[in-house]
């Protein structure tokens, strides 16, 4: 698939896209696996399309936009909406989502390589030339039930 050059965003999202598009990781993360997170979306002003969800336990996943923990193809039809993980080991972890408005699978870009569909990152992080590090979209999941509210821009 091609990005435009020079689209930090545009790359991450087109390449969170491909990730939530791939099959949901199988089962729980192990013996200690007792957390859960329940992520909300806030923003979905349109409701048609799909939100592409991924989420991510190390740095290095994150970055490469490889081997999310989960993927997520929910339908934007409800408006403003969650979604409960159960069965994630305590620890740091982070969500690249967007709004895939014409539900084409991929995200839409005007001319610049600037995103024209609602996207979003855990802890609401933003950057001003691509997508947030690590550091700025992560969160701890402890045992028992965690939240987060992503709001859709």
């Not at 991929?106 to 609602?118: D, I, Q, T, V």
């Amino acid at each position: 698939m091609a990005v435009p050059e020079g689209g930090g965003v545009s790359r991450a999202l087109t390449l969170a896209v491909l990730l939530a598009l791939a099959p949901v990781a199988a089962g729980a993360q192990g013996e200690d696996a007792d957390g859960s997170l329940t992520v909300a979306f806030d923003g979905i002003s349109k409701r048609e399309g799909v939100v592409l969800i991924a989420l991510f336990d190390t740095k290095p996943a994150y970055d490469a936009n490889t081997a999310p923990v989960r993927t997520f193809n929910l339908p934007a039809s409800g408006g403003n909406f969650s979604v409960t993980v159960a069965g994630l080991r305590p620890g740091l972890y982070a969500v690249k989502s967007f709004h895939d408005r014409d539900a084409n699978g991929k995200m839409n870009f005007n001319p610049l390589g600037m995103p024209l569909e609602p996207y979003g990152f855990s802890n609401n992080a933003r950057a001003p030339f691509g997508p947030p590090s690590w550091r700025r979209a992560a969160f701890e999941v402890k045992p028992g039930g965690n939240g987060q509210t992503i709001r859709l821009r």
